[in-house]
DNA sequence: GCTAGCACTCAAGGCCGTAGAGTGCTATTG
DNA sequence: CAATAGCACTCTACGGCCTTGAGTGCTAGC
């Protein structure tokens, strides 16, 4: 009992830290000896070997096997990432990189937000996935039936964040572009200003009987506005997949098969980043911490960003647990506050 | 030159459609006497060994080594689709999900599309890729300027497909409703029914000056404009890369990487689709007809399916050149099909 | 024209043995 | 008494070697 447990001493912090951080480079178990040779510690690889049996009794390292090295265990990764290691800045390369691509993206809020998982993808060289804007408190601005055919036309939704939604429909007699209108600015001065989340489709059916909408409009209507409310859980972009292949880890197929899988169902993507959107912050999850058992092996770096005063999403960079914690950090915290500038700036060159 | 090159003898036929069917269930190369046990073949292996070195010669099998068994060239596949496999019905439950499925996924189109990709994706075991629908000859429908703020608002431009394309814009002035208004009417006289990819940004200069609408506003509109037009090239939605990873053949990770290069580029997904767009009808390409290096193990099934009277898009299938052609073939058409159905009834139900 | 038999080839897989990195323990030292 | 040097021990990775077995082409005979 000789050391007040969870407080390393400035000796076994250093040691730490470099495993990990020799870890993180190299993906080979860290021993004594190599630490001594390219890491000026002052003292033998003996009493580096001491300082990681007490290291591992912590909790801090593991062993894979009897005669290997030692490699961080979730606790190492984390005490590193909240305590040892040194916050890395961008590189002006990054930055500029990261300004020019999201200068010349679309201005369509889709298309830039794919852009942006691409971007963050390449240079984070791992899986980067973003989740687009969302908003508590989106709120109805217009709705606008349009004709397209004698007998087709659109219904469209447009929020705070834009177009919210649109369906197509058909009716079985000639539409009349006089009653689309009067139908849109009936439905319009009745949910002006509203919350998304409260247009109750029994309000379209008021407004529809009186202005004698049929059925089709009526339909066409409803439908277009659930799918605006159904739209806080929209697509996630993903981007990078195949960068995690260099990595070692992944040679096993069967991970890489779940995670591909994950990916693209994306219902446990949402609860990784629920946090970062929570506290508006950086958010680091290792290995466990992801709260899935297909997905011990791997850390997720999770930095919200803001549209507007009262939109946020996420970016977020999946790699293996053995990431780069310090550049993917800075990565997604830069890419994060350029998109945000970007996006209050709407108005383009 | 007993034989015609290029007409093969029934015998030589049956041996070719056996190997070829062996190869795709097993993914081993197929040798005689496997092929004399399994098969009903009523000869010898001796008299097959005879027979596949003819077909060897006439290049549509392959030896990997000199004493393994034969795998099928891109010819032998070829000859295989063209000539020698029999049609496949779908299965009657295959034939249920694919329209259960599809007739309770969304009315919004970009979903719908995403919804049927990760459907093929899971029938066919493979990696799946939807193009949405496009049609050269896009109609301008209608353009909208909408008030969201003091100074906010978004241009939304629709077009026989629906709504292809929005932009936000902000002001350093406070905008008027009815300068929004007024401008929209404008811009809907000048463009009303002319094709898309006609329509010049010169031409919203001057309904511009006429209107007295400032650079704010112009500008918005132009971006709205010159991103519909662009949207001859939308994104392709992709599902199903996970499934490639159980198939023998992409245990070498490079090729996987480069696959899911291709895949998130995209690039190269069109020049694959650019034969079934032309002849409206089911293409399937083999290995090299693929035209990349990168894919030359591979083959893609893609069938067109239609949106509305002028409006195309396509279903494909990705996987490995050893690819059940029958079964994939069948569920490509089936599914594109269903979906041309559904989307022709856009009043739902 | 088909088949049986035979000698030959080659990749895959199992089985060593060795090299090398790393460990824990103990005796020794400043 | 913390730090070190020395030592015996452990375990994986790797390369070489051999065996196995599937498959082939060729030739002689039916």
Known sequence: MRD????????????????????????????????????????????????????????YLVQPHTSAGRIPSDAGYREYVDRLMEPE?????????????????????????????RLLGRLSNNLAFVTKPYQQTETFKHIQLIWLSPRTGVAIVVTTLGVAAQSLFESTDDLRPDDLTRFSNALNDRFADRQVREVIDADVMQVADRVGADANLRNAVVTALSSARSSERPPIAAAGAQNLLDQPEFHDLRKLRSILRIVEEQKTLYQIVADAMANESVSVKIGAELGSEELTDLSVVTVPYRFGPHAMGTLSILGPRRMPYGRLVALAAGTAQTLSERLSDTNGR
């Open 4 to 59: 007040d447990p969870g407080v390393l001493d400035k000796r076994k912090a250093y040691i730490l830290a470099t495993v990990v951080y020799e870890y993180i480079a190299t993906a080979e178990p860290v021993g004594s000896q190599t630490l001594t040779q390219k890491y000026q510690l002052g003292v033998s690889s003996a009493t580096v070997r001491n300082e990681m049996a007490e290291l591992e009794a912590g909790g």
């Open 89 to 117: 800045e961008l590189s002006s390369e990054d930055r500029r990189r990261i300004r020019d691509e999201l200068r010349d993206a679309s201005h369509e809020l889709d298309e830039l937000v794919e852009s942006t998982t």
